[in-house]
């Protein structure tokens, strides 16, 4: 069995932060805006790993890529991988794998983020691996490489989970993991935290570790980055940029397969007949690598070995709060979604509920399909936290499904011919879902009874953003309705 190394972190270091990589006895400060700290810092690294978080290669039947975080003492990267069987001692046979660590610094002090790269790997094998602190190893954590072929899988898709990590957004990961038994992967649609003056930027990463808890080391992570995942950076001029958040690219061992112009947040990974591609949206509106990771869309979706594609980004090319569209977006990924047939298209920023299978709306959508026409691709937003955004006046015609107030997440089914979505309420209760059915070189959707909950709306004059709730505006729980109106 070959173990590769981690690759080298200078270029995801520069690009988040700084022309070059900084000396190892130079820590990169993670510090964020001013405010209020967790109190006795439970946040610190200590002598054992935190923050394990485990990523597939872009080959996950051959390699997986862990990350996790120690205090200074521990010094060297180390971990040990072997093939997991039911007999206790199995440690017996691991090898050692070592790799990259970086020095950095916050509001917790300092701390050490390490990477490890497992490469050729069997596949469809259960393996164990365990990560080195300064007081000794992790406990023992297992993964299952993917099938080499199309072979059938479950995963989860979140929506924003962002603010409130802990206290509320956990309530819908740990039901999803739950509810879904045994997760191939877990991919998150950006804004996984705030990043802003809510709340120590270390504060929010751990607890959105401590959310997922043991499951981020077990089950591969496809995170994509939000406009949260970025800060505002002032420049000497006055102007504002953004910079991609410092905690990022150590937070996460990617597979470093991306686009050019944003090597940090783009990637691809394939996995057992689907080809899963990120994109980042805040970069290509606003950082200028809109034309790079078109051309790179194209490339990664025209060579797809696979029967299905779906993409995960951030900003929603149809959105379910905004008075208008993505336009940027929309123009430059719409028609490469529909001229490679892409089947899915998961996407957050939204912080409402909405699947859209027509632009031109749901009647318009079920009087094509009834005609016998294919199903182009479904687009959805979906929000695991507790931030809410009001619907907007199309949402009762456009999209086939909708929601506002209500925090929700997905469990999707992968099998050679049919990929099944439901999309749960953080309750567990079925909200709305469908079926693609591949025929005859496209999809034909089919629906759920009509036997699913009312739709999820809040009653009232909409609650304007920064001004005082209204008192009569109550949600669909009979609650007052926390959904803000984008302007």
Not at 321 to 343: C, I, Q, S
Not at 368 to 376: I, K, L, S, T, Y
Request: hydrophobic share 40%.
């Amino acid at each position: 069995m070959k173990l590769g190394l981690a690759p080298v972190l200078a270029a995801a270091l520069a690009a988040a932060g700084g022309a070059q990589n900084p000396p190892v006895d130079v820590p990169i400060d993670l510090g964020g805006e001013a405010a209020p700290a967790a109190p006795g810092q439970p946040y610190a690294a200590r002598n054992l790993p935190d923050r394990i978080i485990l990523s597939p290669g872009s080959d996950p039947a051959t390699e997986m890529r862990v990350s996790w975080r120690t205090d200074m003492a521990a010094g060297e990267t180390l971990a040990e991988l072997a093939e997991l069987v039911p007999a206790p001692n199995f440690g017996l046979r691991a090898q050692q794998v070592s790799g990259d660590n970086v020095s950095t610094l916050s509001e917790n002090g300092t701390a050490l983020y390490h990477k490890v790269r497992f490469a050729g790997l069997k596949p469809g094998t259960a393996y164990a691996y365990r990560v080195k602190g300064s007081a000794g190893f992790s406990e023992w954590h297992q993964f299952r490489t993917a099938s080499a072929g199309t072979a059938p899988f479950r995963f989860i898709y979140m929506g924003d989970t962002q603010n409130r990590i802990l206290d509320i957004g956990s309530i819908g990961w740990r039901r999803a993991l739950l509810q879904a038994g045994n997760p191939a992967l877990m991919a998150h649609a950006g804004d996984l935290v705030a990043s802003r003056d809510d709340m120590t930027h270390d504060d929010e990463w751990g607890e959105w570790t401590a959310t997922g808890g043991w499951a981020l080391a077990t089950v591969p992570q496809l995170p994509a980055a939000g406009n949260h995942e970025y800060v505002d950076v002032v420049q000497p001029d006055g102007s504002e940029t953004r910079q991609l958040g410092k905690h990022w690219p150590v937070m996460f061992n990617l597979p470093g397969n991306g686009a050019e112009a944003a090597p940090l947040t783009t990637y691809f990974a394939d996995y057992q007949g689907v080809r899963f591609v990120v994109l980042d949206g805040t970069s290509a509106l606003d950082l200028g690598s809109l034309e790079s990771q078109t051309a790179w869309l194209d490339a990664r979706l025209a060579e797809a070995p696979g029967p299905w594609k779906i993409v995960l980004f951030h900003q929603p090319i149809f959105t379910c709060a905004r008075p208008g569209d993505t336009p940027v977006l929309k123009a430059a990924w719409k028609p490469l979604f529909e001229k490679h047939k892409v089947d899915l298209v998961l996407q957050g920023h939204d912080h409402c509920y909405g699947r859209l299978t027509a632009e031109a709306g749901r009647d318009a959508g079920i009087e094509a399909r009834a005609g016998g026409a294919m199903q182009g691709p479904v687009y959805m937003v979906s929000v695991a936290g507790a931030k809410m955004y009001g619907l907007n006046d199309r949402a009762d015609t456009q999209p086939d499904r909708a929601a506002e107030d209500t925090s929700l997440f997905q469990v999707i089914d992968i099998a050679p011919g049919r990929l099944s979505l439901r999309a749960y309420l953080n309750t567990g209760v079925l909200y709305d879902g469908f079926d693609l059915v591949k025929a005859g070189g496209g999809n034909r959707l089919e629906e759920l009874p009509d036997d699913l909950p009312a739709m999820r709306r809040c009653s009232g004059p909409p609650q304007l953003i920064d001004q005082p709730m209204p008192s009569d505006r109550l949600g669909p729980d009979g609650l007052p309705c926390t959904a803000e109106v984008k302007d």
